[in-house]
């Protein structure tokens, strides 16, 4: 019946009116936040940009503003790698580079680029909070519908959206609006064979039965399917859609998987990339919506696509996981001319522009890494052949398959030749060390390079539930949900994804950023459903802004007409088989009656929806019929919802503080540091900046710098000085050199680095300085000059012995006899090599002039007769090493990836297996390792003598240990949780494992002040008390509450 009382007719409105202002609060809140957690840095630090990647991306954009584009592309930076020089122009990923500079140009042009270099993070972690909110949207939306075959009571057809009778035909006949209808939801175990026998046959009689007994009962199925009063009731059953997006985008905007890349200052790769990925990934599910092909979202996915590919070689990734995605829905049943369309125009298209980026070239179709996506490319166009042929001429099913097994065995052949020919001509490039490393059962890539990243490592339990929290338990909910109830084209995209974050961060720690959209949009869908459960008890029904939209004519989420629009379809094209039947005979009179009773109930619905205007009947549609079911049943249900709301109300607060509290940390730009005086007073420690400063003030524009790789892009940044390496991994054999300058006997050292440098800057102070990283210098100098270490990959006779002192190698380093120049006995650099001539005030960096620098050297390198220009007049002219350093170079051997399997060997050059494998050994069973190294050092070779007693864990320098007791240098990381874990575990073994590596494990404490001396006497760890104590650990410090491990000890005997 209508209902013509125009008070009653504005209830709907009028609640969905309130709801929509009540969501517009919480997408306001989630911006907002976004943006203010970002901004602690700049608040407390001001405009400073962090970490050392972000000085060189700095650098790039400065230099992008002031000269343009094409001399930008054609840079060829000889500040940088010393002598050979870097194009920057086709090494870099410009996108943020030229995404700042526009921003500057039309937006912002009174700001200096270091500011809006500062904020982009910020403002792109906005952006990218938006996107996860559409992408959770989009997934979302959908109808409660009529599949092809029958539909059980839990809302999900039996039959899939693409391949039924019905939704091709509907597909042969859409208009607009069925292009942009929401896909019915279904089940995935519908699509997977075997198990939708078994789902059928059991699960949904099962599921049923229950049902139909909470039913009789109770009066009440509890909210747990829709209404089952009639059959466009359940079509029209509306999903919080709109609140999962909402929620979604309220973590999003605070999850420190987000934070750790988008923090103010930290002007890296990942603060724009999240934003890239996030709207190809929104842009890809929108393609996949109703049941034709949308060109124009596909064109939008691959230039969304191209934006990610211009700011960060993580585009791999997205480029797999979309090609996954759409293999997925082929092997489950799912093809359709929309997916065909939607991932040739995606593919080709993004492809093409994919190319137009220099970095990039025709990487896409050459790497192994991409060439997943190039098949699934080819073989989409192969099905789409045979579907074609299927429908022109009318082939069966049995003519169908041969004709497919026909085709793709001929492509197959044929892909094997030319494979074979490709592979042989060396044209398709090597796996980075990188991706290599997320596919070995070892922990290591068997580079020594990038093994030295601790970001590099794999992730542990601790760091989800650091950078996750709470999310780790809503996930599995969400996925669950999207898989076994709001699975169609477009969400199945979230289960993909999913797996593929999951299994990928799980290799990689510094790829949990990637879990954060994934994890932000499933637990938004789990808390939205349990909102709207809740809700259903409330008020019989969810609000729905479907009412509100309908009222003002709206169409974009119209989505009652859709459906009816969508019906009227299915009839035209029934109506159509129809008189087709007519034509063929009486033999098929019997079918024509039946299909005549199917229009008879489809023109009912068309009746039915007909009698009203559009808005009308999107409004009533959209509201849903409420649920008939008795009150105490949904008294109780909603105190149910009250009383989980107040359980996940301490949850959800301490995600709140921890996200905030984490941005704090984050936001601390490692170049700046704090700390406290005696008295208490804080001082701000701002050693590495004037260091740098000095060189920009002190030293010739012309001066060359050497240090350890990791600070030449803020030697770059800020002093505007030469560099001989800096944190980009492109030159193994360079990076090399530098590690072998530095860790060499002081003389030898010296030797090469008279004709690399005239300044030789060192990290001083304890903690993280060049003396605790000169391990990995050597094992790194080692991987290209193997006569450093003998027999010994992991250079285990470079270190520090049991008594805290070092080994004699590193002793008369020259790293270590610069470090410790006139600061501890019998260690002074030799005056006639090198020269004090700067310290900073803290004494955390000390700059060395080196003397009797080779002038002919450094002229030879800065002559241009002496480059090798790719051509006459070309921009590409790379420098060369003087000619002084043959000698040395011609005693290394180039570092052979594992990846190289099709790297031709030169005459006489060995494998480099045996070398990899003894180093990944050796990593892996360090006390192995050390053993080896030790007898080495006795026998005074490589050979291995007898054995030794197990290697004693280190003592630290009075003054480290005093650096991690002070209250700055706590902290809640990865490492922390690792110790707490083998401790709680009573892992002894491990421990001291972890101590031989890294000795600082004994005295690391975290935020809350307590380390494993206060672990380890909660809960009674006896063995871990005395190893502690051996190694200098104090039993009488506190932690920020005042409270001492002896105060805790639960350690029963007497030690």
């Not at 480029?319 to 369309?341: C, D, E, I, Q």
């Not at 049995?398 to 592979?423: D, S």
């Not at 020259?814 to 600061?823: A, D, G, N, T």
């Not at 030794?948 to 240098?969: C, G, Q, R, Y």
């Amino acid at each position: 019946k209508t209902n013509n009382n125009p008070h009653t007719s504005m209830i709907p409105f009028i609640l969905s009116a309130v709801y929509a202002a009540g969501l517009g609060n919480v997408l306001y809140f989630a911006l907002q936040q976004a943006y203010e957690i970002r901004m602690h840095s700049i608040h407390e630090y001001g405009r400073v940009i962090h970490e050392f990647d972000p000085y060189f991306n700095y650098r790039a954009t400065e230099y992008l503003w002031q000269h343009g584009w094409y001399e930008f592309r054609t840079w060829f930076d000889y500040m940088s790698w010393y002598p050979l020089g870097r194009p920057v122009g086709t090494t870099i990923y410009p996108g943020m580079q030229v995404s700042s500079v526009l921003i500057k140009q039309f937006i912002l042009p009174t700001w200096s680029i270091n500011d809006i270099c500062c904020f982009v993070p910020a403002w792109f972690g906005v952006l990218a909070t938006a996107m996860t909110a559409l992408l959770a949207y989009e997934c979302m939306v959908g109808t409660y519908g009529r599949a092809s075959g029958s539909t059980s009571s839990t809302g999900t057809g039996s039959g899939t959206t693409s391949t039924g009778s019905a939704s091709n035909s509907t597909q042969n006949t859409s208009t607009k609006n069925t292009k942009n209808a929401p896909q019915e939801f279904q089940t995935i175990l519908n699509d997977i064979p075997i198990v939708k026998q078994l789902y059928q046959a059991i699960v949904v009689p099962l599921v049923r039965e229950i049902l139909q007994l909470l039913q009789k009962y109770t009066g009440s199925t509890w909210g747990l399917v829709p209404s089952t009063s009639s059959t466009t009731t359940n079509t029209l059953w509306s999903t919080p859609a709109l609140e999962s997006a909402l929620v979604a985008a309220v973590i999003m905007s605070m999850v420190p998987a987000h934070l750790m890349r988008s923090v103010a200052g930290g002007y890296d790769n990942e603060s724009i990339a999240m934003f890239a990925m996030t709207s190809t990934f929104y842009c890809w599910c929108r393609s996949l919506r109703g049941t034709t092909p949308n060109i124009c979202w596909s064109i939008t996915a691959a230039v969304a696509y191209f934006y990610m590919v211009a700011a960060w070689g993580g585009y791999v990734f997205v480029l797999n996981l979309v090609g996954v995605h759409a293999t997925v829905l082929v092997l489950l049943g799912r093809y359709s001319t929309k997916l065909h369309r939607a991932y040739t125009i995606f593919y080709g298209v993004g492809t093409l522009l994919a190319i137009q980026v220099p970095v990039v070239g025709w990487t896409p179709l050459k790497s192994m890494e991409q060439i997943g996506p190039l098949l699934a490319f080819l073989a989409f166009q192969i099905i789409e052949f045979v579907e074609m042929q299927k429908r022109r001429r009318r082939l069966s099913w049995k003519q169908a398959w041969l004709l497919r097994l026909q085709v793709f065995g001929g492509a197959a052949l044929l892909a094997l030749c030319l494979a074979a020919i490709l592979v042989n001509a060396g044209y398709f490039g090597p796996i980075s060390s990188r991706v290599r490393g997320l596919f070995v059962k070892h922990t290591k890539t068997g580079n020594p390079l990038v093994d030295s990243v601790a970001e590099h490592q794999p992730a542990n339990a601790g760091a989800y539930f650091q950078y996750l929290d709470v999310l780790v338990y809503l996930c599995p909910v969400g996925l669950g949900l999207v898989g076994l109830q709001y699975f169609h084209d477009a969400s199945s995209f979230l289960v993909v994804y999913g797996v593929a974050a999951y299994y990928f961060s799980a290799k990689m720690v510094r790829l949990i950023l990637l879990t954060a959209p994934i994890a932000s949009v499933l637990s938004g869908i789990a808390i939205a459903h349990l909102w709207a459960w809740g809700m259903t008890a409330l008020l019989g029904q969810r609000p729905s802004l479907m009412a509100l939209f309908g009222n003002f004519g709206g169409d974009g989420a119209d989505t009652a007409t859709d459906v009816v629009v969508e019906v009227k379809a299915v009839v035209a094209s029934k109506n159509k088989e129809s008189s087709k039947n007519n034509q063929t005979g009486k033999r098929n009179k019997k079918q024509n009656k039946n299909d005549n009773n199917d229009d008879d109930d489809d023109a009912a619905l068309l009746l039915a929806a007909s009698t009203q205007e559009k808005a009308d009947a999107a409004a009533a549609a959209a509201a849903t019929t409420p649920i008939p079911e008795a009150i105490p049943v949904r008294v109780i249900r909603f105190a149910l919802f009250v009383a989980a709301l107040f359980y996940m109300k301490d949850s959800a607060q301490g995600f709140y503080e921890k996200c905030h509290e984490l941005s704090h940390h984050m936001s601390h730009p490692t170049i700046i540091q704090k700390g406290r005086t005696r008295n208490g007073e804080e001082v701000i420690i701002d050693d590495y900046r004037e260091a740098y400063w000095w060189l920009r003030d002190n030293t010739p524009q012309d001066a060359r710098v050497m240090a350890w790789w990791d600070y030449g892009y803020q030697i770059a940044g800020i002093a505007n000085r030469t560099t001989i390496a800096d944190g980009n991994t492109w030159n193994h054999e360079h990076i090399a050199l530098l590690g072998r300058a530095l860790t060499s006997p002081l003389k030898d050292g010296h030797r090469i680095a008279r004709h690399l440098a005239d300044y030789i800057l060192i990290w001083t102070g304890g903690g993280g300085d060049d003396v605790a990283k000169s391990p990995h210098m050597r094992r790194i100098a080692n991987s290209v000059y193997r006569f450093l270490c003998p027999n010994d990959p992991t250079c285990r006779a470079f270190g520090v012995d049991q008594t805290g002192q070092p080994t004699p190698d590193m002793r008369a380093s020259l790293l270590y006899q610069l470090h410790s120049h006139q600061l501890q006995a019998g260690i002074e650099a030799d005056k006639n090599r090198f020269k004090l001539v700067y310290q900073t005030e803290r004494g955390k960096v000390r700059i060395f002039k080196i003397l009797s620098v080779s002038k002919e050297s450094k002229a030879w390198v800065r002559d241009p007769a002496n480059m090798l220009c790719d051509a006459p007049g070309s921009w590409f002219c790379p420098g060369q090493y003087p000619p002084a350093l043959q000698k040395i170079l011609s005693e290394k051997k180039d570092f052979a990836q594992l990846e190289d399997f099709n790297k031709k060997k030169a005459a006489g050059e060995k494998d480099d297996s045996e070398y990899t494998k003894k180093y990944l050994e050796n990593l892996n069973n360090p006390e192995a390792a050390a053993r080896a190294a030790k007898d080495a050092e006795r026998s005074g070779s490589g050979k291995k003598g007898k054995k030794s007693n197990k290697p004693s864990i280190v003592h630290l320098h009075k003054e480290d240990i005093a650096m991690m007791n002070n209250p700055e240098a706590w902290d809640d990381n990865m490492m922390t949780t690792a110790v707490w874990e083998v401790i709680n575990a009573n892992d002894i073994r491990g421990y001291r494992d972890m101590l031989i590596e890294n000795p600082e494990l004994a005295h690391i404490r975290s935020k809350d002040g307590r380390g494993p001396m206060w672990w380890a006497h909660e809960y009674g760890r006896t063995d871990f008390v005395k190893m502690l104590k051996k190694v200098g650990v104090a039993e009488d410090l506190m932690d920020v509450k005042g409270v001492t491990p002896l105060s805790l000890s639960t350690v029963k005997e007497e030690l």
